[in-house]
């Protein structure tokens, strides 16, 4: 399945400079199954820093945090799900 899915296009992100020049570039030609093995490296760090900063909110801080952490884990976990199956 995730074998069909077409290879990355070149795509700059990040912050732009004074030439309104993004500083980073997605390189065209990456396999989506090496994307998105990445993206599940990505997400699982956010998750882990949502999961640590949940602590030191409170009130209302705390319930948008913990919303965070599990959309982004149920985020890594649909990209888990299609890496698994990709073999």
Same mark, same amino acid.
């Given at each position: 399945?995730?074998?069909?899915? $077409?290879?990355?296009?070149?795509?700059?992100?990040? $912050?732009?400079?004074?030439?309104?020049? $993004?500083?980073?570039?997605?390189?065209?030609?990456?396999?989506?199954?090496?994307?998105?093995?990445?993206?599940? /490296?990505?997400?699982l760090c956010?998750?882990?820093?949502?999961?640590?900063?949940?602590?030191?909110?409170?009130?209302?801080?705390?319930?948008?945090?913990?919303?965070?952490?599990?959309?982004?884990?149920?985020?890594?976990?649909?990209?888990?799900? /299609? /890496?698994?199956?990709?073999?």
């Amino acid at each position: 399945m995730v074998s069909t899915l $077409p290879a990355t296009t070149e795509r700059a992100f990040g $912050p732009v400079d004074s030439t309104l020049q $993004p500083m980073f570039t997605l390189r065209a030609g990456i396999s989506a199954q090496y994307a998105l093995a990445h993206v599940s /490296l990505l997400l699982l760090c956010a998750e882990q820093t949502s999961d640590e900063i949940t602590e030191l909110g409170s009130g209302v801080e705390r319930g948008l945090i913990w919303s965070m952490v599990h959309s982004v884990e149920m985020a890594r976990t649909v990209v888990d799900s /299609l /890496l698994e199956r990709a073999g």
